[in-house]
RNA sequence: GCCGAUGUAGCUCAGCUGGUAGAGCAACUGAUUCGUAAUCAGUAGGUCACCGGUUCAAGUCCGGUCAUCGGCUCCA
């Protein structure tokens, strides 16, 4: 046989026999320590399985365990391994349909009559760790498309077969593990005995093809790593997620509640939550007038014929809920803002002069979600957008877009949020406005992101039908990603509501309408701020700055001035004066996550000034209450931006 | 809405195969006045989510409803 020449892409290269596998190659080519790390290879950057037979002169790349992409066929594999181990278990009432590698770990999706329990859990998990130790070997074919078929459907595998069906090529790969044969594009680990480390999770149901037509499925969510150290790390992130759990905390700090007698997806607020969402409020309405907007107030109802013209009742009809009816007049509960601000400018005649027109609310609006869907303050039925529409001339749509990337990013910043991932949403299948519209206003969200200097992502077709959209999505303290910010371009409304301003020719003109949330809903950014922070809040949005605490009842009189003081000085400050120990005081104000606890003892008494322990444990020097406030107010200046 | 699990005092949770509810913390009362993450003792608190059924007897079994949790779907 002929020879070929291997390289290793920046590294050796030689000659081999024609035909030799892709890891016995590497194993000429690459130290020991990247072998035993190699899951897989890249033959001319086409990722294969180990025991690919090389044909021509190629480029190796080895695919290692430290990689993601190594984690994804470790865990694509470790799906395998729990499919075999189910048909062992369970034997032919178990038809497979998909099981692929997601972030964090992998699943199985199932169709079997009986439930699968926790308790199977166990039992899966035992034969699973039964196929590692047998170290099985992943054996790739390939099969001709109708030959598959058949296969498949001789074994009653419906869901391969319906996959097959849809496959373009003429030959597919399938991959045998023991005696389960899938059909899988690969590569894979070289046997079953990588998987060193894994855990099932959850069974949780999915529709075949998330698709609510199709039957449901039983799928079993997993996770696997390369090594046992790092799935107890990761098991510990979990539990430190759940820690973190908004609805959790938010019921320990006392934010807010949610009861079924008033109804689910209806938020309360309780003092320190809405203390908190009002600090939110106050900053976001500064914040907006300073950058040149006015602020609005509408109604939560209108009449049912408003959004007949706004086309929301041919649009998002199923969001809304049913009319009620006042003196034989139909009313709605609002879903959206825009009908009441284009009421608003409607209100009198506009000039090209006027523009931009900048309005803002903070409008709660209603919308039906499905009794599944709802979750926390992240999904609810009752919220508050912080709402704007924007109201300009063509020529202006530029500078409008920038200035509102730019509050927006400005504002998530201070909130503590500065990773985010942009994307731009274009038109979609059904849409209204001429062609010529939407390709002004993309370009011009697109120039308006260039500008910023901001990556995004293109989103093909998943723009709203009446305009192309940016969305931002933001990335929180433990790398999850939260929809908040959108900018959407919309032709539709002002055309529908017939919106005119005079122009400088004296023509009327139909102005250009953009809306934009920045936190989207304040329920789930105080949500997300929640489990972001882990429920200890900046000093400046802490519902309780300070608390003080005494040491005895001699300081009595001593703490209830102070607290005056401190009060009059704008902190927000609470007392905790009980006959109780000071650890028994610190622990309390600690699981509160309150920033400062300031301890008052005869010391302090005789001084006039208090001991300041931070969060954190640390101890600051005592200062007077003055000197303390002064402190107070300088941080918080600082965090949001300079001294206000 | 769909699949699965769950629903016992404010919170966290016991309560085996049916015999008529229990702990810790919190609350309240009293004692203690104690300097950096839980002082001690006592008291009170539950139509066991709701509705119906089986049974001499149901928190425990069955059915329905509601809600919550994990997903699917949807999205701020």
Request: net charge negative.
């Amino acid at each position: 046989m002929a020879d070929i020449s291997i390289r290793i892409q920046d590294g050796e290269s030689g000659a081999f026999k024609q035909g030799i596998t892709a890891g016995e190659a590497l194993r000429e080519l690459v130290s020991a320590k990247v072998r035993k790390q190699t899951v897989a290879v890249r033959v001319n950057g086409v990722a294969v399985d180990l025991s690919t037979p090389l044909k021509t002169d190629c480029v190796l790349e080895p695919v290692t365990a430290d990689t993601e992409e190594g984690m994804d066929i470790l865990r694509h594999s470790a799906a395998h391994v729990m499919a075999l181990a189910v048909r062992r278990i369970f034997g032919d009432h178990v038809k497979v349909a998909i099981g692929p590698a997601i972030e964090d770990g992998f699943y199985y999706d199932f169709d079997r009559e009986e439930p699968f329990t926790p308790d199977d859990f166990d039992r899966i998990e035992q034969t699973m760790a039964a196929i590692v130790e047998a170290r099985i070997p992943f054996e790739r074919r390939e099969m001709r498309i109708g030959e598959a078929i058949e296969f498949f459907d001789r074994q009653g595998e419906t869901y391969k077969v319906e996959l097959l069906r849809d496959i373009e090529t003429d030959t597919v790969s399938l991959y045998g593990l023991g005696e389960f044969v899938d059909l899988c594009r690969g590569p894979h680990l070289p046997d079953s005995s990588w998987l060193k480390a894994f855990k099932l999770l959850r069974v949780a149901g999915s529709y075949w093809r998330g698709d609510e037509k199709n039957p449901m499925l039983q799928r079993l969510y997993g996770t696997a790593f390369f090594d046992k150290k790092e799935l107890r790390q990761h098991l510990h992130r979990l539990e430190e997620a759940r820690k973190r759990d908004h609805r959790k905390l938010g019921r320990e700090l006392a934010l807010f509640t949610i009861q079924d007698h008033i109804g689910p997806g209806l938020i309360l607020w309780q003092p320190r939550g809405a203390l908190l969402r009002r600090l939110i409020e106050d900053y976001w309405k500064d914040e907006h007038y300073r950058h040149g907007y006015e602020l609005l107030y509408t109604p939560h109802i209108a009449r049912q014929d408003l959004w007949k013209t706004s086309g929301h009742l041919d649009f998002y009809a199923e969001n809304m809920y049913s009319a009620m009816e006042i003196d034989e007049v139909k009313y709605q509960l609002k879903p959206m803002n825009c009908p009441f601000h284009i009421g608003v400018y409607k209100s009198h005649r506009h000039s090209y002069r006027e523009f931009p027109i900048r309005w803002c609310e903070l409008g709660t609006v209603y919308r039906y979600e499905r009794t599944g869907a709802l979750h926390g303050l992240m999904r609810v039925r009752g919220f508050t957008q912080d709402d704007a529409h924007i109201f300009c001339r063509p020529d202006q749509l530029d500078d409008e877009i920038y200035n509102i990337l730019d509050l927006n990013l400005h504002i998530l910043k201070t909130f503590g949020f500065d990773q985010y991932d942009v994307y731009l949403s274009t038109r979609p299948e059904k849409y209204v406005g001429s062609e010529d519209r939407w390709v002004m206003a993309t370009e011009a969200l697109k120039r308006a992101l260039e500008k910023k200097g901001l990556e995004y992502r293109l989103d093909p077709g998943e723009g709203v039908f009446y305009g192309p959209k940016i969305d931002i999505k933001i990335k929180d303290q433990l790398g999850r990603s939260w929809q908040c910010s959108t900018i959407q371009v919309d032709f539709n409304l002002p055309e529908r509501f017939e919106m005119t301003y005079t122009g400088e020719d004296g023509r009327e003109h139909q102005p250009i309408m953009i809306h934009r949330a920045l936190m989207g809903s304040l329920e789930r950014f105080v949500g997300v701020m929640i489990e972001h922070y882990a429920g200890a809040f900046p000093l400046w949005l802490a519902p309780e700055q300070a608390r003080i605490l005494n040491i005895t009842d001699d300081q009595l009189h001593y703490c209830e001035a102070v607290y005056a003081k401190l009060r009059k000085l704008g902190i927000r400050v609470e007392k905790d004066l009980r006959n109780e120990k000071l650890n028994y005081k610190i622990r309390e104000a600690q699981l509160m996550k309150i920033p400062y606890m300031l301890i008052v003892g005869e010391r302090e008494k005789e001084e006039g000034t208090i001991t300041v322990r931070k969060r954190n444990g640390e101890n600051l020097p005592a200062m007077t209450p003055q000197d303390f406030a002064e402190r107070v107010h300088g941080e918080c200046d600082e965090m949001m931006g300079g001294k206000r």
